[in-house]
């Protein structure tokens, strides 16, 4: 294996990190939506994250319907984040595809 490289995110007046190991994850600028629900509660749409480890696809029954999704791990501790969206079924659910599911019970804030 080879060494880990991480992306640190500066210039943002907030960062979301993992919780466990403080690695940066997003910014406040990439958040789309706090308005989902993950596993463990409340969680949040963002266009851009790093740092994560990208598990295989595969297809899950969500309360918006049938979507293909990729769970997301810390590059740094390995942890559950959430997910990605890789496609939606339904037309209306399209523009999460591509957009990255972050549960805020598994995020900590760094404010600037």
């Not at 294996?1 to 997003?26: N, W």
């Not at 989902?36 to 994560?52: E, P, S, T």
Request: charged content about 25%; some cysteine; glycine content about 8%.
């Amino acid at each position: 294996m080879g060494l880990i490289y991480r992306r640190f995110l500066d210039g943002h007046s907030r960062v979301y990190c993992c919780s466990e190991c403080k690695t940066h994850l997003s910014h406040s600028e990439a958040l789309m939506s706090k308005a989902f629900q993950g596993h463990h509660g409340r969680a949040w749409l963002f266009h851009d994250v790093v740092n994560i480890i990208q598990g295989q696809p595969q297809d899950r029954p969500m309360t918006t319907g049938q979507h293909t999704v990729c769970d997301i791990f810390c590059i740094n501790c390995q942890a559950v984040l959430g997910w990605k969206y890789e496609k939606a079924f339904e037309e209306d659910q399209k523009y999460k595809e591509g957009k990255f599911i972050l549960e805020r019970s598994l995020l900590c804030e760094v404010s600037a």
